[in-house]
């Protein structure tokens, strides 16, 4: 079934807002956050508490395509594997998949022949489009070139739609003059598919977020303000690969612009999936200190990311405290679970949100909320890109009132 997005709440100076998405197996309300189902698991992250909407990432390599396509057992692998990610989704939940498709560096991308290039496609397509996915993104990428990226769109979609999935179209972080082509190209398939969501972009942030990427999530704020004027009904904004910082090692406190994001536009997002070489100076800053410090805990409550060592005490994380002292003394997947403990604090802040702060009825007004926090204070850029942000397109974007006439 299509999507049907409803705004709940709305504010007329701000864009932070309450959305009600409905889908097949039913419904749940925005801002939130998609977590990755290789994260969830029975201690930290229980289904019980993600909200209603998962994230299946489908991430895989041309190479490990290549593979995949002439060897029946490897095959095998991915599709279990994906298999495996859906059987830990909850029975009501929406299920997001994610494709994304990289290039590795020992490889190069000889996928100019449209035989193989279509041959490549068409499988990576039959493995995101999983028969218990209530939405499909097209792909996105990663150190692909992005003269392919066209290409492997179109026959994504093609052979998506052949599979009767629902499909939500992406917008990759690349130039503005191949996201104007990838606009394109969904118009056309708008006009003769109804299966492609006219009503959720699924936008990729780049192991970055809306605020530091400030110019792009403009152009990412201008297409759904199209959108909802020309199919007249609200566009969520899915954001992934979403991160705070790209060099969050680099200083004990980091203010939280992904949480910032959530009040310029974006409905939702997810962890980033890319990885990304961190600068030599940043690897070696690492490597001389105390390798805890370079893993950050959420204040949720200064909108801060801190250094673990200096919240292990504070009452803040008081929920999280046996976990976390588990976490450091095993010394086993201390990232994996630091990412599962920031991806409940971000939900606890998400469900705050939607029931005391993005209501008209709430406390008070959520850019003051935001002001009041820690980490506007501290991060001057980050604060003036909200505003301006907010300022350039509160006016035009629609809210409440607006739809009810």
């Known amino acids: 079934m299509k999507l049907r997005i409803d705004i709940v709440d709305s504010f007329d100076n701000s864009l932070a807002r309450i959305l009600e998405i409905t889908h097949s197996k039913g419904s749940f309300e925005t801002p939130t956050y ?31 395509l290549r593979r995949a396509i002439n060897d029946i057992r490897f095959m095998e692998r991915i599709e279990n594997n994906i298999k495996r990610l859906i059987n830990k989704t909850t029975k009501n939940s929406m299920i997001i998949s994610l494709p994304l498709l990289e290039e590795t560096k020992d490889i190069e991308p000889k996928i100019s022949e449209p035989q193989e290039l279509n041959m490549l496609t068409q499988y990576f397509a039959e493995i995101s489009c999983h028969p218990e996915a209530t939405v499909v993104c097209s792909p996105i990428f990663h150190k692909v070139p992005e003269q392919f990226y066209n290409h492997i769109i179109n026959k994504f979609m093609e052979t998506a739609l052949s599979l009767n999935v629902y499909v939500a179209p992406s917008l990759p972080y690349a130039s503005r003059t191949t996201l104007n082509e990838l606009v394109n190209i969904y118009r056309k398939w708008w006009k003769k598919e109804d299966k492609i969501s006219r009503n959720l972009l699924c936008v990729d942030y780049n192991n970055s977020n809306a605020v530091s990427k400030y110019s792009f999530h403009n152009y990412v704020l201008t297409v759904k303000m199209l959108l909802e004027k020309e199919f007249e009904e609200p566009v969520a904004i899915y954001g992934v690969n979403v991160n705070y910082s790209r060099i969050k090692v680099k200083y004990e406190k980091i203010s939280a612009r992904d949480l910032f994001s959530y009040f310029i536009g974006l409905d939702a997002m997810g962890v980033n999936h890319k990885r990304i070489p961190l600068p030599s100076e940043v690897v070696e800053r690492i490597k001389r200190k105390d390798e805890t410090k370079s893993y950050k805990l959420l204040n949720r409550y200064e909108y801060m990311y801190v250094d673990i060592k200096d919240l292990l005490n504070k009452e803040i994380i008081a929920n999280y405290k046996d976990h976390l002292k588990k976490i450091l003394e095993k010394d086993e997947k201390i990232d994996d679970n630091i990412k599962k403990i920031n991806m409940k604090i971000i939900l606890e802040e998400t469900d705050y949100l939607r029931k005391e702060i993005f209501k008209r009825s709430g406390a008070k007004h959520p850019l003051r909320y935001l002001e009041e926090k820690e980490g506007w204070k501290k991060d001057e850029n980050a604060a003036n890109a909200v505003l301006k942000i907010t300022k350039r397109y509160v006016e035009k974007t629609k809210t409440l009132d607006i739809y009810k006439t």
């Open 34 to 64: 998609a977590v990755s189902t290789n994260y969830i698991d029975e201690n930290i992250l229980e289904g019980a508490s993600l909200n209603g909407v998962v994230e299946i990432p489908v991430l895989i390599s041309i190479k490990k």
